[in-house]
């Protein structure tokens, strides 16, 4: 089956610090993974969207001064968050899909926290 | 109902009830998913539905679309207590790649 890892589950990290998340497929090829982070309140926002041997599309607020992705092969995408601050805080999700299909495969997400 | 609801929507019952719940999105789509989260996971798949559909049924789960109003319904019968969970209705967030829009969502909380 189609399973998707992040790590770390959780991170504290001090404000103006970065921390690196991690995302791995097993069991399918991530064509395009998408970073996504929950608030509190459980509402989505979408940061980007990566695909193998594509730009990635930032939506409007996010950059990739702030949020640099790197999506190297189809098992594995990475993310970090650089100069964190409180409004950052959240569970960062990453969807990873497989070709034409719909579909997104989430991971459990990495919970940041930023004192 | 999802989209254009400040706040997230929250439904307690009973096992063995049925439940509704809506969502309206904005622009078009090429489908609309329905995720489900539990508690400390990611959203999972449980039902999609075409543009050219109007209802879709799968095992306890029945959706429908009316693409005029742009509007989706997502209906379980026979609630049982493991279908506690927040549900998003998402679309397409028109990146080409067919990363997903979110609703707000809607938690369902199922009483044994």
């Known amino acids: 089956g189609a399973l998707v890892y992040q790590y770390p589950r959780r991170t504290i990290c001090k404000s103006g610090t970065s921390m690196r998340m991690e995302c791995q497929a097993v069991g399918f090829q991530a064509t395009s993974v998408a970073w996504y982070r929950q608030s509190p309140q459980k509402t989505f926002e979408l940061i980007a969207l990566s695909t193998v041997n594509s730009a990635i599309k930032y939506e409007q607020n996010f950059t990739q001064e702030k949020f640099p992705i790197s999506h190297p092969n189809l098992s594995f995408s990475s993310m970090t968050v650089l100069n964190a601050y409180l409004e950052d805080r959240g569970l960062y999700l990453c969807?990873?899909?497989?070709?034409?299909?719909?579909?997104?495969?989430f991971g459990p997400g990495t919970r940041l926290t930023v004192l | 109902s999802q989209w254009g609801e400040e706040n997230l929507q929250a439904l307690s019952i009973q096992e063995g009830e049925d439940v509704t719940m809506n969502c309206s999105y904005k622009?078009?789509?090429?489908?609309v998913q329905w995720y489900r989260q539990k508690s400390g996971k990611g959203p999972a798949l449980i039902i999609l539905?075409?543009?050219?559909?109007r209802e879709k049924r799968s095992g306890r789960l029945r959706a429908t679309l009316d693409t005029s109003s742009q509007s989706s319904s997502l209906s379980i019968t026979g609630t049982l207590a493991t279908d506690t969970a927040v549900y998003f209705c998402a679309t397409d967030a028109n990146q080409g790649g067919r990363a997903l829009i979110f609703g707000t969502g809607t938690t369902v909380s199922v009483s044994p």
């Open positions: 539905i075409r543009s050219n559909e």
């Open positions: 969807g990873a899909l497989t070709g034409g299909n719909y579909e997104q495969y």
């Open positions: 622009t078009y789509t090429t489908v």
